[in-house]
């Protein structure tokens, strides 16, 4: 069922959303060769308690973690870990809270300490991807729009667009409906109404858009190895560009001029 939000509901969700944000940004600057993805993940814990929310992840459906840490092949689910991150990985961190029993989920990648031109292009292109579904999530046009415009970008690049996980609806609960495929036909699929909330995240690989799980039973790789990007954010639709709840105050139409 998917479920409209009313203002109050949506101003919980800034709130979370604002927390979520800042956590982020703190992870991103502790990001450099030689850190661990545990550290990060303890830190993440610490800045959401410390913010009054509680990490969305550790525990659900038993994730052992409160990030999702995500290192090169690896897509999403990725387990932290004590191993150091070294220069030139892809690491791509995922991380949700709930605040006053509202839900924000987001993540970024980032090329440990900068990388090689080709990999900085994938994860460019898949944030780029994120803000042409974002853009198209507006109250009247349909899921399928969103998808359209995430796999005609990345696909223009030779990429491979994950198809086995998606986008979702988010409130109360991490994962409602609707599903957001990051792919899709224009004008097809549910039509968007304002005052749904719902996660866009592309999921990209450099390569194929086959996957599979790792014996951990959480974490999904390529199936040809090739290094994986993920962008995602929790947003709003309105009547025109959505509100970027995981990001406050950013403006779909600025970052895409
Ligand atoms: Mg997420
Ligand atoms: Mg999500």
């Keep these: ?4 939000k009313n203002e109050s509901q949506i101003d919980k969700m800034r709130k979370a959303g ?7 940004e703190a992870l991103r600057s ?7 993805t545990k ?3 303890h830190m993440a814990e610490r800045l959401i308690r410390e913010g009054g929310g509680i990490p969305s992840f550790k525990g659900y459906e038993g994730f052992p973690f409160s990030i999702c840490a995500s290192v090169d092949d690896q897509v999403v689910h990725g387990f932290a870990s004590n191993d150091r991150l070294k220069k030139g990985q892809l690491l791509s961190v995922d991380c949700g809270c709930i605040l006053d029993g509202w839900q924000s989920d987001s993540a970024f990648s980032v090329l440990v300490g900068g ?5 900085q292009q994938l994860v460019d292109v898949t944030e780029k991807c994120f803000w042409l579904g974002a853009d ?9 729009d969103i998808g359209h415009a995430v796999q005609t970008y990345a696909e223009s690049f030779g990429y491979g667009v994950i198809r086995d996980l998606c986008g979702h609806g988010i409130g109360t609960e991490m994962h409602e409906d609707p599903n957001v495929p990051n792919y899709g036909n224009p004008h ?10 719902i996660a866009v995240e592309p999921m990209i690989s450099m390569g194929t858009w086959k996957v599979y799980c790792q014996d951990n039973d959480w974490t999904i790789c390529t199936r040809d190895g090739s290094i994986a990007s993920h962008y995602e954010h929790t947003l709003l639709i309105t009547d025109g560009e959505p509100e970027i709840l995981s990001w406050p105050g950013v403006k779909v139409s600025e970052v895409l001029k």
């Design 136 to 144: 198209a999530a507006r109250a009247g046009n349909h899921l399928g």
């Design 30 to 36: 502790e990001i450099e060769p030689g850190v661990t």
């Design 1 to 4: 069922m998917i479920t409209i």
């Design 188 to 197: 097809r699929g549910v039509k968007l109404q304002a005052g749904m909330t």
């Design 115 to 119: 990388g090689t031109p080709e990999a």
């Design 39 to 41: 550290h990060l993940d």
């Design 18 to 24: 604002a927390l979520l944000h800042s956590v982020l």
